[in-house]
């Protein structure tokens, strides 16, 4: 059985923050949960913080590039099958961003506004390209973005010690193959090499 992608990143929260997270994102924020006598506060988190921290930060800025290299495609390209998956990485990547920025509220984990820096250098050379030329190197970017992420995702996956951020990871890897299957073929369609 699945579980709700939504109830997956409540329970992220409440299991990373404890009880005072808990307590405070009650029904209607009123304290509602207590501990027993013999429960001690739950952190999945707490054997990998530091990895799951800097993967999350990591997820929340490669999200931040593809969709703001999504939106430069649909300014810039005039190719329908460019425009199409670049509307669908400003929503899938839109609403991955949000679902992990609630997940990271109250945990003390920065939110980054920007992506990386060898994201923003990428978006700044697409900005100089118009036509074919923007065309190929934003199907470059996002093969190769699909790829990083593929793989961070699988390792995030596998490696982390929290059941919930892994159900939010492995669901987002499907979105993430979907996505990578599909900018190959656009990839090849144009005649492109794989990257």
């Not at 739950?42 to 990591?58: C, R, T, V, Y």
């Not at 290299?69 to 649909?74: F, I, K, Q, T």
């Amino acid at each position: 059985m699945k579980i709700n992608r939504m109830a997956g990143v409540a329970l992220l929260g409440v299991l990373a923050c404890g009880t005072a997270f808990a307590q405070m994102h009650g029904a209607g924020g009123q304290a509602t949960q207590q501990m027993g006598p013999n429960q001690e506060p739950k952190n999945d988190m707490a054997s990998g913080p530091s990895a799951d921290q800097k993967f999350l930060e990591k997820a929340m800025e490669s999200n931040i590039a593809e969709i703001q290299m999504g939106r430069l495609a649909l300014e810039k390209s005039t190719d329908e099958q460019v425009r199409h998956f670049a509307m669908q990485m400003t929503e899938d990547h839109g609403k991955m961003l949000d679902d992990f920025k609630q997940a990271v509220q109250g945990l003390n984990i920065p939110v980054p506004d920007a992506p990386s820096k060898g994201a923003l250098k990428s978006i700044e050379k697409l900005k100089t390209l118009s036509g074919p030329a923007f065309d190929q190197a934003y199907i470059k970017e996002m093969v190769k973005a699909h790829k990083e992420d593929d793989k961070a995702f699988k390792e995030e996956a596998k490696n982390t010690t929290s059941p919930q951020l892994k159900e939010m990871v492995t669901q987002d890897l499907q979105m993430i193959e979907s996505h990578q299957q599909q900018i190959q073929q656009i990839a090849d369609s144009k005649g492109k090499a794989k990257s």
